[in-house]
């Protein structure tokens, strides 16, 4: 089960992290399982913002690099989305997303709004 957690309503120019804790998952999965963070706006479909290969290795949405940074706490089987610089066209539903065995399990999204 995923739980994400972190949206919230923010100017643009701020900043929100999000946290999502994979509960239920054994570690070496959590470890070895490409993860990331998806978004989908209204109307649009849902796109990958960030995320961790199985190797370890991160990716991003050209739109958001730079601004945007995932991180992992192994220990406590959470993945963050430290995101700076928000503006306007962030504004989505975010959801955390692990790949399992050719699964995709989601978390419930968090909704983050950013405002003028």
């Known amino acids: 089960q995923l739980q994400a957690s972190g949206g919230g309503s923010v100017q643009a120019g701020e900043s929100l992290k999000l946290s999502c804790r994979a509960s239920?998952?054994?570690?070496?999965?959590?470890?070895?399982?490409?993860m990331g963070w998806y978004r989908q706006a209204p109307g649009k479909q849902r796109e990958l913002v960030a995320g961790?290969?199985?190797?370890?290795?991160?990716n991003y949405q050209d739109s958001v690099k730079g601004r945007f940074t995932i991180s992992r706490d192994n220990s406590r089987k959470t993945v963050y989305l430290q995101m700076n610089s928000l503006e306007l066209e962030d504004t989505a539903v975010y959801y955390c997303?692990?790949?399992?065995?050719?699964?995709?399990?989601w978390g419930q999204g968090t909704q983050v709004t950013v405002s003028s």
């Open positions: 961790f290969t199985s190797g370890g290795s991160t």
């Open positions: 997303n692990v790949k399992f065995q050719s699964v995709d399990y």
């Open positions: 239920g998952m054994i570690l070496s999965t959590f470890v070895n399982s490409p």
